[in-house]
């Protein structure tokens, strides 16, 4: 099955670091809108930061704009988020999604996707 595999998250104390990682799996990364989506319980998904594989775009949510990075390894089929200066409102299950559709930044509709990374802040 194709998906995106991600890794990375954890736990961390306010203002710490982590780096998120999403392999795609049982496909390549070619042309896609690639977002980091976030979840936290009881709140709607929110696409963190994407990037467009096609056209080298990004786009950063302003909740983390300053904070957090996307960052692309095509040859390595890999996506990367580096999260700086974590906040207890950044906790959440992050997941990355795929749009073949390229005509904006962030997938629109999902054709892969992952099991997610849980990431929590807290002291």
């Known amino acids: 099955q194709s998906q995106f595999v991600e890794s990375g998250g954890g736990l961390v104390q306010p203002g710490g670091s982590l780096r998120l990682s999403c392999v795609a799996s049982?496909?390549?990364?070619?042309?896609?809108?690639i977002g980091w989506i976030r979840q936290a319980p009881g709140k709607a998904p929110e696409a963190v930061s994407c990037?467009?594989?096609?056209?080298?775009?990004?786009y950063t949510a302003d909740s983390v704009k300053g904070r957090f990075t996307i960052s692309g390894d095509i040859a390595k089929d890999t996506i990367y988020l580096q999260m700086n200066n974590l906040e207890p409102s950044d906790t959440a299950r992050y997941y990355c999604?795929?749009?073949?559709?390229?005509?904006?930044?962030?997938?629109?509709?999902?054709?892969?996707w992952g099991q997610g990374t849980q990431v929590t802040v807290s002291s």
């Open positions: 999604a795929a749009d073949h559709v390229i005509s904006t930044t962030c997938p629109v509709e999902y054709d892969y």
């Open positions: 049982g496909f390549t990364l070619g042309a896609y809108a």
């Open positions: 990037i467009n594989t096609h056209d080298g775009s990004t």
